[in-house]
């Protein structure tokens, strides 16, 4: 079992910027690829961005391609979630997820994802 518990959320102006994080626990972590998702109100959950177990691959939906950021620190069981130049229409509720596969977590759906994080709330104001 991994435990993931995301932190960093809140509310921001439009244009602004938050880093979320989210902590693992349990298995080891550096096995695993990370991801990002997001759920606005009333729309599907949809793929934000991913990471590979070392790093070193990448992927980002197009909406945040050029403002957010994925990173891995594997000696603190951390993956982050740099996001720049927030729009209104980045409000949603943020999950961390994991997964042996990182195109798992690219192409895969909810109940194929190997583990979730609670999600974080993440507010931007016009």
């Known amino acids: 079992q991994v435990q993931l518990v995301e932190s960093g959320g809140g509310l921001v102006q439009a244009g602004g910027s938050l880093r979320l994080s989210c902590a693992a626990s349990g298995r080891t972590f550096s096995n695993y690829a990370m991801g990002w998702f997001r759920q606005a109100p009333g729309k599907e959950r949809e793929f934000i961005a991913a990471i590979s177990w070392s790093g070193g691959t990448t992927y980002y939906a197009d909406s945040v391609k050029g403002r957010f950021t994925i990173s891995r620190d594997n000696a603190k069981n951390t993956v982050y979630l740099q996001m720049n130049t927030l729009k209104p229409e980045d409000t949603a509720v943020y999950y961390c997820?994991?997964?042996?596969?990182?195109?798992?977590?690219?192409?895969?759906?909810?109940?194929?994802?190997?583990?979730w994080g609670q999600g974080t709330q993440v507010t931007v104001s016009s």
């Open positions: 997820a994991g997964d042996k596969y990182l195109l798992e977590l690219k192409y895969g759906n909810s109940w194929s994802i190997e583990y």
